[in-house]
């Protein structure tokens, strides 16, 4: 799945995955009991800009609408999050993520 900066819209490479960051919000994700979603974490070199990937992920059985409301759900939260402050230089972006993509 290809990722790029939300502020240069330069793609991201496999050395941009900052996986310190990364598996620490899984860690955090882990204990807070969520399940069907994932954080990557990337920091692009060109712009400085961070950038944290919401994957939403299908739950086995878990019915397409009930998929597609979670994921609206989600993306309401990182908007307002978003919202409410911050100095812009780390980026929330939710990408639904297929069940043969995982």
Do not use: W
Not at 15 to 42: C, I, Q, W
Not at 53 to 75: K, T
Request: glycine share 8%; net charge neutral; with cysteine.
């Amino acid at each position: 799945m290809q990722r790029e900066c939300t502020r240069c819209r330069r793609s991201f490479t496999p050395p941009d995955l900052a996986r310190t960051e990364s598996k620490n919000l899984e860690a955090e994700r882990k204990a807070a009991g969520l399940v069907g979603v994932r954080f990557l974490y990337y920091t692009c070199p060109a712009c400085q800009t961070a950038g944290i990937f919401v994957d939403i992920l299908p739950v086995p059985g878990e019915p397409s609408e009930a998929f597609h409301q979670r994921r609206d759900e989600l993306e309401s939260v990182v908007r307002r999050l978003h919202d409410q402050g911050g100095d812009g230089t780390v980026e929330a972006v939710v990408m639904e993520v297929p069940a043969g993509r995982i």
